[in-house]
């Protein structure tokens, strides 16, 4: 357990950072052979995994989750426009504020913002918007790691609520979260999407199911089928909205599953979000490949190693993931 954790972190830490620095370029201008070789100096990450921390962080307070994270992001939110602890406008409630590291701003997602701003957090009850941008899929993996007891789809739905209103937003970080519990207990990825998707219909009544479904079963056949990856990830979208975002990376890591360098490539050299469907196929193909098996020289070059490290360990140190 402790391996798969710790590669479903790093290895959505190496996807995002591998996408971060092509993230707003059209195909024609990326290198079609980008990889971590053409990136020159520290590996850096975006929002995509500075916000996944924290939601890693949330897990770990005692109280009520919905809460906790609401303030977790709201330390984030702080990250974005201040440049050390001595700035804060509020005491913290994460220990990430320690790190220096984690004050930066890499294209925080502006419903993020928006949202967090607004200071009032939406419910699924009262949602906050009807946004269904990516800004919240890519953060959720760490939900996984919840206790056995908790109802993983009904958490992940209610921390899309907080920003992020619109029902496929819910139903893709539901998906994500469902078919990482099913890697982590040891079924390989297409069992487990199939397990998810069995399970999302018997959780979600939404409306908007039927499409979501069906797209996840296009992602599915793509990565069988002959299709150039390119033209494969044309038909998915390009990743700007959640259900996009988790299909192109269903894709990749079906497609690349014995190999994580390749399905980081394909992954992010796209038209579309290149950092988040970078980031949710690394959390996808770590999880099931483990940390073991992750490139060890990379996640050295991470500039936020310190924290994801310390992150990893008190995660697979807590109760909760036992």
Known sequence: M?????GCLFGGALGDALGYPIEFDKVDQIDPKHDFTKISGPLLISDDTQMTLFTANALLLNGDLADNTWACYQDWLETQFKHDQTELSHRPISWLMEYPEMYASREPGRTCLSALMRGIPGTLNEPINQSKGCGAVMRVAPLTFASRNEDIYLLAARNSALTHGHPMSILALAALVGILKHILAGQDIAKSITLMRQELKSSFNYNELVAFDELIQEAVWLSTSAEDDLQAISQLGEGWIAEETLAIAIYCALKYQDDLTKALQVAVIHDGDSDSTGAVTGQILGAKLGFEKLPQDQIARLDTLRP??????????????K
């Open 2 to 6: 402790v391996d798969k954790i710790a």
């Open 308 to 321: 994801l490290t310390k992150m990893v360990k008190q995660m697979t140190d807590d109760t909760h993931t």
